[in-house]
Nanobody, 119 residues
Framework: QLQASGGGLVQAGGSLRLSCAAS????????MGWFRRAPGKEREFVAA????????YYSDSVKGRFTISRDNAKSTVSLQMNSLKPEDTAVYYC??????????????WGQGTLVTVSS
């Protein structure tokens, strides 16, 4: 089971750190990712990190502002979000994820955490 936390209300330009904790099973051998769903939009990929800590992947919209990391010993995955913009407002989900033909997709989903960025 995956549990995301750390969402909240922040002003544009601010920062938040999201965390995802796994219970019941270690995620150390899984690729993990973050996705988000903005109001009225479909869920989209945000960032992913492979189980072996190889180069992380980011959507163009967050590249340079967000950083994904993981702690396999603690079975957690984090998303540091800096320079937040109102368009980053969304429910953020962590997920066990894999790359299918160049597209990152979630296999197992946690519950989301709401991030609201005010202008």
């Amino acid at each position: 089971q995956l549990q995301a936390s750390g969402g909240g209300l922040v002003q544009a330009g601010g920062s938040l750190r999201l965390s995802c904790a796994a219970s019941g099973r270690s995620v150390s051998r899984y690729n993990m990712g973050w996705f988000r769903r903005a109001p009225g939009k479909e869920r989209e990929f945000v960032a992913a990190i492979r189980w072996n800590f190889s180069t992380p992947y980011y959507s163009d919209s967050v590249k340079g502002r967000f950083t994904i990391s993981r702690d396999n010993a603690k079975s957690t995955v984090s998303l540091q979000m800096n320079s937040l913009k109102p368009e980053d407002t969304a429910v953020y989900y962590c997920a066990k994820t894999n790359n299918y033909g160049g597209t990152w997709r979630g296999d197992i989903w946690g519950q989301g955490t709401l991030v609201t960025v005010s202008s």
